[in-house]
């Protein structure tokens, strides 16, 4: 068993990057204040409520259920459902530092890939141990970095009730290489730390082996603003809710275009050859 290096939130952003440059991942100590932790689970409690555990087997696929499984509740398109996610996770200052350092070669703006509570029930199996960024597996791996993926603890995370696990330094392994049981860290923490990863390393969902302790972790992951992302956020967040939101929420969701005409590329993601955001002011949207 090996561990993953702790950081606390306050530390520079270049210690936090240069941590998930050389193992892959870092666990953040302190991401979200007590008060925020608070306020999105009292957000999150009916939500779960209503969660059937494996979604009701309504999955894009049966890859996809079989990756979930029956035992974990779900609530997707978070940035839809909640306000302290939009208002306190989605713009984190960590997340945007360790994006602009991480991603900022490869494109002109990052945004929100995806923003799911996970809440892992007793019996829940290990996920299948996978790389996020290869949901883009077109993507020749000389583009660089295109993904920074987390997992914020809702409640404490345990080696027993599912914490993610990772396989540090795996991120520089031949795509084919897979880790022995030896060479995986467990991602135990408190509520309210996160694990911070890059979409090239090596990870999973845990198993829960416990009898009746639920766990609750957000899966959330930044990419560049060039790719199509897993979760549709246009459709998540309409043009009536994002109009409400800060500039910085509104470019994270993609409702900025992406400019690379500075840096010898084209724009993407216009409305009437403009970005979005004109229209959305002027009500034209
Ligand atoms: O919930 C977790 O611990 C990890 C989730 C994950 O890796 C995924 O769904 O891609
Ligand atoms: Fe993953």
């Not at 409400?244 to 509104?250: G, K, N, P």
Request: glycine share 12%.
């Amino acid at each position: 068993m090996t561990d993953l290096a702790r950081l606390h939130s306050g530390t520079p952003t270049a210690q936090i990057v240069a941590a998930m440059e050389r193992d892959g991942a870092v666990i953040v100590t302190d991401f979200l204040a007590p008060d925020v932790l608070e306020r999105f689970n009292r957000e999150l409690d009916p939500l779960l409520g209503d969660a059937r555990p494996g979604h009701g087997g309504e999955f894009v696929n049966d890859l996809v259920a079989a990756f979930f499984g029956d035992h974990v509740r779900h609530v997707a398109g978070l940035a839809g459902k909640s306000s302290t996610f939009v208002d306190e996770v989605l713009v984190h200052p960590v997340y945007e530092g360790v994006n602009r350092a991480v991603l900022g070669a490869s494109c002109e703006q990052h945004i929100l890939n995806i923003g799911h509570v996970m809440d892992r029930g007793p019996g829940a199996q290990r996920q299948y141990l996978h790389r996020d960024q290869l949901v883009w597996h077109h993507v020749p791996a000389s583009a660089g970095q295109i993904q920074v993926s987390s997992v914020v603890a809702l409640n404490d995370f345990t080696a027993d009730n599912g914490a993610t696990v990772v396989a540090p330094g795996s991120h520089q392994w031949p795509w084919e290489r897979r880790p022995l049981e030896s060479e995986l860290a467990v991602a135990e923490m408190p509520a309210g730390s996160a694990v911070l990863y890059l979409g090239s390393t090596i990870h999973a969902g845990g198993t829960n082996s416990t009898r009746d302790t639920w766990r609750r972790g957000i899966h959330i992951s930044y990419c560049a603003g060039w790719l199509r992302t897993e979760e549709n956020q246009y459709l998540v967040v309409g043009p009536d809710r994002v109009r409400t939101m800060s500039t910085h929420a509104r470019t994270l969701l993609g409702y900025t275009a992406h400019d690379g005409t500075a840096t010898g590329g084209g724009y993407l993601g216009t409305v009437e050859l403009a970005g979005p955001e004109r229209l959305l002011d002027t009500g034209g949207l």
